[in-house]
């Protein structure tokens, strides 16, 4: 009867953030500094309407851009529960710990000695990413490393991931272009040809990281309780870590470095999923995917025509809930 009743739930739940997901993609579709009727959506939508106005409007603007901010939303806010799940860490998500960064380094130096080879992109933001979330996993097993010191390595490892793009953008100052809009993170510009290669990546790992949320569920209780239920710890933190690296990276190569996505609503899906790991990385997904596109919509239509990057409406809503979670730890005493 209680499983019954759980399971219900979790329909509930689902089915409220994937109608909350719909209603996003149909107000950033519809919505904007010209806005469009659903009456003249679905037309274009069928393929029926391909030469208006409008049908250009959705087909070469609004509508790569809402896949883009469902698919990095999703991407991100599943990347940071399986790295807060990994790393037993509230505080852990991909711009903190170093995932962002260096994807964004991996990116920088593909785009420095290979200019122009996009399909190249996904590949070496997910090299970088892997490289950053190892760095600091490989930092905190040598130190023995408390969960707020091993933000604080993330931190410092991010810092030198950004020294380092500093200095190819010195020397190779034509390797991004318009790298200032790659730092803060937007969908200005976004086409399909840039969400696709991401998409597949995108799709891949959340598959993986799926087929191991059974693991990643025994994982959660510490490494320890873990490792006495006959769980080979390594290989599947290495496993969920790669899939989180994948998910960061392909986000980051189509929208730049988003913030704080990873942190914000893997938190409010882990209430509404309890210790549950398969409802926490769909609710994940489906709550960054909503996440991400409204925030998008606010972004580019409170100050119309001008247009704000939406990692600056991520930074103001996630900055001071950092800090809140900060406060919550009682200054690092727990979990120390």
């Known amino acids: 009867m209680e499983s019954r009743q759980r399971n ?20 950033s579709i519809c919505l904007g500094p010209v806005t469009l009727p659903l009456s003249q959506i679905g037309p274009v939508l069928l393929r029926q309407d391909t030469e208006s106005v409008a049908a250009r409007i959705v087909l070469f603007s609004r509508l790569p851009r809402t896949w883009g901010t469902l698919l990095a939303g999703a991407a991100l806010a599943v990347s940071g529960a399986v790295i807060q799940s990994v790393l037993e860490n509230p505080l852990a998500a991909p711009n903190v710990i170093g995932v962002n960064t260096g994807a964004g380094l991996a990116v920088a130096v593909c785009c420095a000695i290979v200019p122009g080879a996009l399909w190249l992109t996904p590949v070496a933001a997910f090299v970088g990413a892997l490289a950053g979330v190892l760095l600091v996993l490989l930092i905190g097993e040598r ?64 598959v993986t990281a799926l087929s191991l949320s059974p693991q990643m569920e025994v ?15 390594r290989p599947v933190r290495v496993a969920l870590l790669c899939a989180a690296a994948a998910l960061a990276g392909a986000a980051v190569s189509m929208a730049g470095l988003l913030g704080f996505v990873g942190l914000i609503v893997p938190h409010a899906a882990r209430k509404a999923a309890g210790g549950e790991s398969l409802p926490l990385l769909v609710y994940s997904a489906l709550g960054g995917a909503a996440f991400v596109t409204l925030c998008d919509l606010l972004a580019r239509t409170v ?18 809930f950092f800090l809140w979670l900060i406060l919550r730890q009682k200054g690092g005493h727990r979990g120390a």
């Not at 979790?10 to 107000?27: E, G, K, P």
């Not at 994982?219 to 710890?233: F, I, K, M, Y």
């Not at 939406?310 to 809503?317: A, I």
């Open 303 to 320: 100050f119309a025509p001008y247009e704000l990057p939406v990692g600056v409406v991520l930074s103001f809503l996630g900055g001071p």
């Open 8 to 27: 219900k739930k979790r329909v509930r739940i689902s089915a409220a953030l994937f109608a909350a997901v719909l209603v996003a993609a149909a107000m």
């Open 219 to 233: 994982l959660a209780l510490g490494a320890d309780t873990a490792h006495s239920l006959g769980l080979r710890v």
């Open 143 to 206: 130190t023995g490393a408390s969960r707020l010191t091993l933000v604080l390595a993330g931190i410092a490892v991010s810092a030198v991931f950004s020294g380092a793009v500093d200095l190819i953008l010195t020397f190779v100052p034509e390797a991004l272009s318009a790298y200032s809009d790659f730092r803060i993170g937007g969908f200005s510009g976004i086409t399909m040809r840039k969400v696709a290669p991401a998409a597949a990546v995108i799709g891949a790992a959340f």
